[in-house]
């Protein structure tokens, strides 16, 4: 018989109950959830280090994106009918995390520009962008890429499709 460890985990509210809303609606337990999760992050992570040097793919991520604070006589109607409250001027600001990691996204991708083929920026939301990066080159400086963006706070979650380039 299989030996089993059990651990412990701490997700914020709403992650866990879409998790379990997800799980549900699947009919599988909530450990065989966590074990597919974790086999498929390994598989992503650990697969493409065995094939060749050459690859191609697309880094996505995901991330929020909060707003500049303004006064009222900044705030305007936005085409979709919320209220949009930027000035699009030049003026000090005291930048948060989100737009922190956005100059930070930016240097950390002029970094690797001798990988990246093209970006494509998508507002999804107000509030969430995605962010789609096609690469091409060496694996260990597209995995060194993947890893640099992961490190950023606003990043709400990654995708990391690679595969041999040389593949005939």
């Known amino acids: 018989m299989e030996e089993y460890k059990r651990f412990t985990i ?15 609606k699947l009919g599988i337990s909530r ?11 390994m598989v ?12 191609v793919g697309c880094i996505t991520i995901m991330m929020s994106h909060k707003h500049l604070e303004s006064t009222p006589e900044h705030t305007h109607e936005h085409l979709n009918g919320f209220e949009h ?11 948060n995390v989100q737009q922190t990691d956005e100059i930070l996204k930016n240097e950390i991708q002029h970094h690797f520009h001798s990988i990246i083929i093209s970006t494509m920026h998508v507002h999804l939301e107000y509030e969430k962008c995605l962010e789609i990066i096609a690469v091409s080159g060496p694996y260990k400086d597209v995995k060194n890429l993947k890893d ?3 490190r950023l706070k606003s990043i709400l979650s990654i995708g990391f499709f690679i595969i041999d380039k040389d593949i005939t």
């Open 10 to 24: 701490s997700l914020p509210q709403d992650l866990y109950n879409r998790f379990e809303e997800f799980r549900n």
């Open 31 to 41: 450990s065989d959830a966590i074990r597919k999760a974790m086999h498929l992050f």
């Open 44 to 55: 992503q992570e650990e697969n493409i280090s065995v094939v060749s040097e050459n690859v």
């Open 85 to 95: 409250d930027h000035e699009y001027s030049s003026r000090s600001i005291y930048a």
């Open 148 to 150: 640099s963006l992961q």
